[in-house]
């Protein structure tokens, strides 16, 4: 059916047409304007009043002003005000030597550095064929020098590795203490070497243990070796060690999840508005179909956190240790500014693949493992086979394969004796203080001290007994055993206890001799 429209009609149409448009868009105007009035009347506020401390301080301040100086300590002090915690501002030369060591122009000495309660920084790993290596140093050292100051005033272990980078062929002078307290000096020359972000290892024959020290662009592939040849030399499980991993290149992590995870969605990053963008999902292509563990701690954090999120989520992965930091922000790439500095601040949150969010609460573990005060002096120095904690994740992974190996005692050995299960643990032979030296299991012998590490019991004072179908073990005290507590001696001294009273208390009959 045709229809005519007289022009009249036509014209009346247009103009109402044209009158609505005019409306909204001078609706929308109205609101740009008044938005950008007051967001220009907040910035004008906000540079009156530095304009106002800036003139009263130089018409009265004893002090030449550095403005270079003011101009950085401005704009640290503006990131500081937003509450971003996460927020950082670097000067130019600060943004100079991160661009040079992320390009290999600037390089450090081959070591990785924790700062412990000497106020020294004490060497946790050398790297091969390193300036470091090659100079003598060795895990369990402390760098206590560089270039002939002392490092105690630097405070952090970042601010003790920019001590130690330079150009290549360049030299630094480093001091330190060796395991035996002898102080050694030398001239370390800036070479390049091969850092790894991953170390591997099988323990007690069948767990491939992996830690992962942080991510960046060579992790993937180096997990995946990891991963292919543990499995090559027999690993029935895996433990991923990420304690005091702060994270790192987030898409770097989420590909070494995709090596391990099932199908499945892994992260999103969600906008102040909540909107959300996936960040990445695995296809289900694993190199490995073994039970894992991650072991963790308050230090994981970021990046790692995600990795151990996703792996329980999609791969029923148990987590050992302590609950972690708790950090699940998103930080944008550095914005460099006009005089060559530049800001990082927070962009998004990010949220994990099952829509949870660890961010301000951490991830709580399903084992819990933390080190006691005498282990935590320790920590760096526990080789593989003695460290509490990765012995408790090798219980746990040989726990979710069935083999479980306990100071040489495996399931395999208990099942041949299943019928009678009142035998499967002897008679415990005990210390002078009480403690469990050794016992009978399953026909072999073994430590008190390793069962105790074994199934996570609080102390080496206990007994097991068979009862209406099941084991009850009884532990007392918590410690090492050795007769006298730490910490009730800490509280009769604190009570005005001499030492000669305090350890006549804990040790009784004895003869104090000088």
Same mark, same amino acid.
């Given at each position: 059916?045709?229809? !005519? ?50 003139? /009263?301080?130089? +018409? ?9 100086? %003011? ?13 971003? !915690? ?40 050398? /790297? ?18 560089? *270039?002939?100051?002392?490092?105690? @005033?630097?405070? @952090? ?13 360049? @030299? ?32 007690? &024959?069948?767990?491939?243990?992996? !830690?992962?020290?942080?991510? $960046? ?33 987030? *898409?770097? #992590? ?17 906008? !102040? ?8 999902? @695995? ?11 991650? %072991? ?58 099952? &829509? ?5 609460? &951490?991830?709580?573990? $399903? ?13 760096? *120095?526990?080789?593989?086979?003695? $460290?509490?904690?990765?012995?408790? #994740?090798?219980?746990? +992974? ?18 041949? $004796? ?41 102390? +080496? ?22 007769? %006298? ?13 001499? /030492? ?5 208390? /804990? ?8």
């Amino acid at each position: 059916m045709n229809r !005519k429209i007289s022009v009249g009609m036509t014209v009346t149409i247009v103009i109402l047409a044209m009158t609505v448009t005019f409306s909204i868009t001078m609706l929308l105007a109205m609101r740009l304007f008044d938005h950008t009035v007051t967001s220009v009347k907040e910035k004008e506020s906000m540079y009156n009043k530095v304009a106002e401390v800036d003139r /009263y301080v130089r +018409a009265n301040d004893y002090y030449d002003i550095d403005e270079t100086v %003011l101009y950085d300590r401005l704009t640290a002090g503006y990131l500081l005000g937003t509450g971003d !915690k996460y927020a950082r501002y670097y000067t130019a030369s600060a943004y100079t030597d991160l661009l040079n060591a992320q390009s290999g122009k600037l390089m450090g000495i081959g070591v990785e550095l924790a700062i412990d309660q000497s106020g020294y920084a004490k060497v946790i790993k050398v /790297y091969d064929e390193s300036p470091a290596k090659e100079a003598g140093l060795q895990r369990g050292d402390y760098i206590t020098t560089i *270039d002939g100051a002392d490092i105690k @005033s630097l405070g @952090s272990v970042e601010a003790v590795q920019n001590k130690l980078r330079g150009e290549s062929g360049t @030299s630094v002078n480093v001091g330190w203490l060796d395991s035996e307290n002898a102080q050694h000096t030398a001239d370390l020359t800036h070479s390049g070497f091969t850092a790894n972000s991953v170390d591997s290892a099988l323990v007690q &024959g069948n767990v491939g243990y992996i !830690k992962i020290w942080q991510f $960046d662009n060579s992790t993937p592939s180096e997990l995946d070796f990891a991963l292919r040849s543990l499995t090559a030399s027999g690993a029935q499980s895996f433990i991923f060690d990420l304690r005091d991993n702060g994270g790192g290149i987030l *898409d770097d #992590a989420i590909s070494c999840i995709e090596l391990v995870a099932p199908e499945g969605v892994l992260a999103y990053a969600e906008d !102040k508005a909540g909107n959300r963008t996936l960040l990445g999902s @695995s296809t289900g292509d694993s190199v490995i179909s073994q039970p894992t563990v991650c %072991l963790v701690n308050e230090n994981t954090a970021s990046a790692a956190e995600l990795f151990a999120s996703s792996l329980r989520t999609l791969c029923g992965t148990r987590l050992v240790g302590s609950t972690t930091m708790g950090k699940g922000t998103i930080q944008s790439s550095p914005q460099r500014l006009s005089d060559g500095s530049a800001v990082v601040v927070t962009v998004a949150k990010l949220i994990c693949g099952d &829509g949870s969010c660890f961010d301000g609460t &951490g991830l709580t573990v $399903d084992v819990e493992r933390p080190l006691t005060a005498d282990e935590q002096v320790s920590y760096y *120095d526990y080789p593989l086979d003695t $460290d509490p904690q990765i012995q408790r #994740a090798v219980s746990c +992974a040989q726990q979710l394969t069935g083999v479980t190996t306990v100071g040489g005692v495996n399931d395999a050995d208990i099942a041949a $004796d299943s019928a009678a299960p009142e035998r499967w643990f002897g008679e415990t032979t005990l210390t002078a203080s009480g403690y469990a030296a050794s016992l009978p299991v399953c026909g072999q012998t073994v430590s008190g001290t390793a069962l105790r590490r074994a199934l996570g019991l609080r102390s +080496a004072c206990f007994n097991i007994r068979y009862q209406d179908g099941s084991f009850l073990i009884t532990t007392k005290g918590y410690g090492h055993g050795v007769g %006298l507590s730490q910490w009730g001696a800490k509280a009769l001294a604190e009570q005005g206890w001499t /030492y000669e009273a305090i350890l006549a208390h /804990y040790f009784p009959g004895t003869q104090l001799c000088r």
